[in-house]
């Protein structure tokens, strides 16, 4: 009873910016991690950024400086600003989160269904 939902993925030009974000609802206690993992066909599932307990931010070295990932715990939500995106940046975009829920008040990874982001003139 707990899902990731991802949007505002879309085709952008080379040097333009984009905004991701993602909605996690359900029976939710709390979330400790959030963040963005994105996969091109043919190569690994890679780090983007993520958020741990809400304050400790990580970034993937391809996009240092130039994404921030930012959350709204009241909201459960974690969104990726995208800029001076490059045509290396093409890929699906993944929502990941470390949920604790009420019902057995277990601790469960979840992943969002994806969305797409294509740089390109």
């Known amino acids: 009873q707990v899902q990731l939902v991802e949007s505002g993925g879309g085709l952008v030009q080379p040097g333009g910016s984009l905004r991701l974000s993602c909605a996690a609802s359900?029976?939710?206690?709390?979330?400790?991690?959030m963040g963005w993992y994105r996969q091109a066909p043919g190569l690994e599932r890679e780090l983007v950024a993520d958020i741990v307990n809400g304050r400790t931010s990580n970034y993937g070295d391809s996009v240092k400086g130039r994404f921030t990932i930012s959350r709204d715990s009241s909201k459960n939500t974690v969104s990726l600003q995208m800029t001076s995106l490059k045509p290396e940046d093409t890929a699906v975009y993944y929502c990941?989160?470390?949920?604790?829920?009420?019902?057995?008040?277990?601790?469960?990874?979840?992943w969002g269904q994806g969305t797409q982001v294509t740089v390109s003139s």
């Open positions: 990941n989160a470390v949920i604790r829920r009420a019902s057995d008040y277990g601790v469960y990874e979840y």
């Open positions: 359900g029976e939710i206690v709390s979330i400790n991690f």
